[in-house]
């Protein structure tokens, strides 16, 4: 049985800041703040550890839906990370892409987004996506009004439909399915995280909670792996 074993893509559910910080009776927004801290963290372990894409979910679609003063402390953890890590993402090649509903972000934050795409798009050391008021169904959604519109516009016939154009239409088209995904703090959800993209991807749960997942176990994670066989669904 041939092996596939080489990991080029690790998506990440961040959770557990809220527990992380309710453990030392502080506010559930320090926790997110030690998380942000902890994304700089694990990107530049990636870096070491050969894997060229890293997929982080840093706020999903339902997250709308928690407090005004917890969806505000995330929206200014999220500009400052914005403006402080841009100068460490272009000396360390990175390249950074966004994915989800941008619409319904600040119109400051949608502008700083897309400076830093544009400007870090040719960078090859790591890609570092960062799925932003991103929900999988939502996304299925749009691929699948994109599609239909071309059909009706007579772009396409429905012939040409593939799994093949679905990628293509999904926000993640310019990259590879997840190899591996990890989700902290000891939940066993999906979340409404890549449904699509997770197909055949190798799933890892940790109990540890976000700001303290290290360096050490994302590598002992990736060394898992490697003594995972992947079959795809053959023998
Ligand atoms: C889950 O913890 C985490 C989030 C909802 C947000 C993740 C955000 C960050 C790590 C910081 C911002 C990111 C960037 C890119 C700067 P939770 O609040 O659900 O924790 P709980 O389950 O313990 O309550």
Same mark, same amino acid.
């Given at each position: 049985?041939?092996?596939?074993?080489?990991?080029?893509?690790?998506?990440?559910?961040?959770?557990?800041?809220?527990?992380?910080?309710? !453990?030392?009776?502080?506010?559930?927004?320090?926790?997110?703040?030690?998380?942000?801290?902890?994304?700089?963290?694990?990107?530049?372990?990636?870096?070491?550890?050969?894997?060229?894409?890293?997929?982080?979910?840093?706020?999903?679609?339902?997250?709308?839906?928690?407090?005004?003063?917890?969806?505000?402390?995330?929206?200014?953890?999220?500009?400052?990370?914005?403006?402080?890590?841009?100068?460490?993402?272009?000396?360390?090649?990175?390249?950074?892409?966004?994915?989800?509903?941008?619409?319904?972000?600040?119109?400051?934050?949608?502008?700083?987004?897309?400076?830093?795409?544009?400007?870090? @798009?040719?960078?090859?050391?790591?890609?570092?996506?960062?799925?932003?008021?991103?929900?999988?169904?939502?996304?299925?959604?749009?691929?699948?009004?994109?599609?239909?519109?071309?059909? !009706?516009?007579?772009?396409?016939?429905?012939?040409?439909?593939?799994?093949?154009?679905? @990628?293509? @239409?999904?926000?993640?088209?310019?990259?590879?399915?997840?190899?591996?995904?990890?989700?902290?703090?000891?939940?066993?959800?999906?979340?409404?995280?890549?449904?699509?993209?997770?197909?055949?991807?190798?799933?890892?749960?940790?109990?540890?909670?976000?700001?303290?997942?290290?360096?050490?176990?994302?590598?002992?994670?990736?060394?898992?792996?490697? @003594?995972?066989?992947?079959?795809?669904?053959?023998?």
């Amino acid at each position: 049985m041939e092996k596939d074993n080489l990991c080029k893509h690790i998506a990440i559910i961040m959770d557990g800041n809220g527990r992380w910080a309710k !453990k030392r009776s502080m506010p559930r927004t320090y926790g997110h703040k030690k998380g942000a801290e902890n994304v700089v963290n694990i990107t530049r372990a990636m870096k070491d550890s050969g894997v060229e894409f890293l997929t982080l979910y840093a706020f999903s679609t339902e997250n709308w839906q928690r407090s005004e003063e917890e969806v505000n402390a995330l929206m200014n953890l999220l500009n400052e990370y914005l403006d402080k890590e841009f100068k460490e993402i272009m000396d360390n090649d990175v390249r950074i892409i966004f994915i989800g509903e941008r619409d319904m972000l600040d119109k400051n934050i949608q502008k700083k987004m897309a400076y830093i795409e544009k400007e870090s @798009n040719n960078n090859t050391s790591l890609t570092l996506c960062v799925a932003l008021s991103y929900g999988s169904r939502q996304e299925i959604v749009n691929t699948v009004k994109n599609i239909a519109k071309n059909v !009706k516009e007579g772009a396409i016939g429905i012939e040409d439909i593939s799994i093949d154009l679905i @990628n293509k @239409n999904l926000y993640t088209r310019d990259i590879p399915d997840p190899d591996i995904l990890i989700r902290t703090s000891g939940e066993q959800r999906i979340s409404n995280y890549l449904l699509w993209q997770l197909a055949y991807t190798e799933l890892f749960f940790t109990k540890t909670y976000w700001p303290d997942f290290g360096k050490d176990e994302l590598l002992d994670i990736i060394q898992q792996f490697n @003594n995972r066989e992947r079959r795809y669904g053959k023998n």
